[in-house]
């Protein structure tokens, strides 16, 4: 068995420290996340799903614990240096593309992610092709808009392109924050298969959290359910086919 | 006559101060005070530098290098101090008008009999008023040019994405709390220049001159914008030169109809509530489409 290419160890964040109302929300996760797995993550409101991905995003510190990337202590590293390596796509469709520059300006910013930007001619004709061919696997005819201003485009297009920036410079990690609970449902079933089909077809490494249950069973090779902060189960393989909706729903019981 | 070329050329010499804080003002949505300290520091550092017998253009590149340092500070306490935009500014501009004070020893210096960059033997030979029409285009072209270049660069679509979306440039790795420094130190040392320039073409440089300089800079962006609506990125750029230019004829146009000039900052204070009104007016009464026939190519 290959090393983990992310490591959590007995990771532990508090919040509003040495106030009355400090509260520790994540009590001591311990994740390995190995290469090609595609877990999808599912717990109640407050379990800690969000801040699990600002602890991995780096947004958020860790107060004891250790994060590892293939093996090299990242725990801390700063927000903008894990994006060399770890791509995320957000819930809001606003906060994932910069709303007054074109589709494809915001793609040419993500070819760049977590590099160093220099003083040269950023060559968005040159890469116009490659950007209109990508934009049409999502079958929503984002294509069609590559010089629109993002924020006239739609919710759904808004979410489908921000999932294509996190993905068109290939992240070791990509992290799914929920990101097609604020779609109708018919164009967050068709951004879920274009997301299932880039991750499966390029092998890439990712966690998607869902309050679907179906979909967490669907999608992915690997399913954990978070609950207070702790790991309560984690199915691999074999074990997550055979999870039903039923037995899921007995962890949010209680 | 004379008074029209006059007003433009006093339009193009305080674009830059239009153009400076638009880098802030509306690509990074930072509402940047300092702007009414660093004008007037810019002024005092170039004119107190030639009274003491420096050559004028290294007086003004003086001033540029004064007016990045004050964006320097305002960045410095607004992201590594983490104090708010607005109240960062206004503690640069407060803290500025005493280094002025110190800087020029008293509150008014006259450059009378000195040399400036506006009285070289090329720039006395023109007629009257053309003088800062000439130097004003020639800033004005070479700082457009440099800022459409420089957004256009990997760098500069950075700066963009920084002001539009912070949270999207710092999830692919952009270092948004240097961007913005860069930003207050670019635009800030523009302002400082302008400063620098309107002092010498002034003749004087006065611990005063700032007080309302971000009502005259906004103005030249609105107005920019409300007069010629729908634009790109570049051509926005030009429309501030023109929104300038536009605002000096507004008030020499009022000036004319007989109020003085200690009536300028109330004026222009007006003349921007208007332009910033347009849009809630228009809903109201549907004034825009009279108002603006005359100045928009088409509907």
New interface residues.
Partial sequence: MSKPILELKNVQTVVNKGTANETTILKGINLAINEGDFITIVGTNGAGKSTLFNVI?GNLSVDAGQILHNGTDITKSS???R??FL??V?QDP????????TVA?NM???T????R??????KLKANIARFTELAATMNNGLEKRMTTATGALSGGQRQALSFL?ATLKRPDILLLDEHTAALDPHTSLNLLHATNERITHDHLTALMITHHLEDALTYGNRLIVLQNGQIKADFCGQEKQELTVEKLYHYFED | MNLMVSAIGQGLLWALLGLGLYLTFRILDFCDMTVEGTFPLGAATAVTAISHGINPLLATLLAIGAGMLAGLVTGLLYTKGKIPSLLAGILTMTAIYSVNLRIMGKSNISLLGKPTLFNGRFMTSLPQYFDSVVMGIIIIAVITILMVL?L???????F??TG??P?????????TDKMIIVGLMVSNGMVGLCGALIAQNNGYADINMGIGTIVIALASIIIGEVAFGELTLNQRLVAVTLGSIIYRIILLVVLQLGFSANDLNLISSVVLAICMMLPQLEQHLHLKKPILKGVRPHE
Wanted: charged share 25%; hydrophobic share 40%.
């Fill in positions: 995003g927000e903008e240096q994006t060399t791509a995320r957000f606003k906060l994932g593309t910069a709303p007054r520059m300006e040419l910013l993500a760049k992610r977590g590099e930007r220099h003083l040269v001619h950023r920036m | 420089f256009a660069t990997d760098y500069g679509q950075a963009i994405a539009d979306n949270t999207m440039a710092k999830s692919l790795g952009i270092h």
